[in-house]
Nanobody
Framework: QVQLVESGGGLVQAGGSLRLSCAVSGSSFSINAMGWYRQAPGKQRELAAV??????NYADSVKGRFTVSRDNAKNTVYLQMNSLKPEDTAVYYC???????????????WGQGTQVTVSS
């Protein structure tokens, strides 16, 4: 029912920029948080950037370079990635936390991931 549609990944040279987007549909529940995690091969998935209630949370490694934003009207979250480094190479997963206030439940959903490759 819930769908997360990601786009914007690709190959870019070091120092370049990419903008990821993720649109959420199929749920009437409120979106408490939206953002991005990333995972490099052989490594654990880590938080990259999440926005919730106007507040943001960034990994230390991306602070000052990445900006997460949210368009509430479109149920879409973006990740503007500037000054990309080879270390940023990973699969980036969209994340959303949905809140069912009536039943007092919350649900995590993940996109399928989009590959970001930064060449040196």
């Amino acid at each position: 029912q819930v769908q997360l549609v990601e786009s914007g990944g690709g190959l870019v040279q070091a120092g370049g920029s990419l903008r990821l987007s993720c649109a959420v549909s199929g749920s009437s529940f409120s979106i408490n948080a939206m953002g991005w995690y990333r995972q490099a091969p052989g490594k654990q998935r880590e938080l990259a950037a999440v926005v919730s209630s106007g507040l943001t949370n960034y990994a230390d490694s991306v602070k000052g370079r990445f900006t997460v934003s949210r368009d509430n009207a479109k149920n879409t979250v973006y990740l503007q990635m500037n000054s990309l480094k080879p270390e940023d190479t990973a699969v980036y997963y969209c994340y959303v936390y949905l809140r069912d206030a009536i039943n007092y439940r919350g649900y995590d959903y993940w996109g399928q991931g989009t590959q970001v490759t930064v060449s040196s």
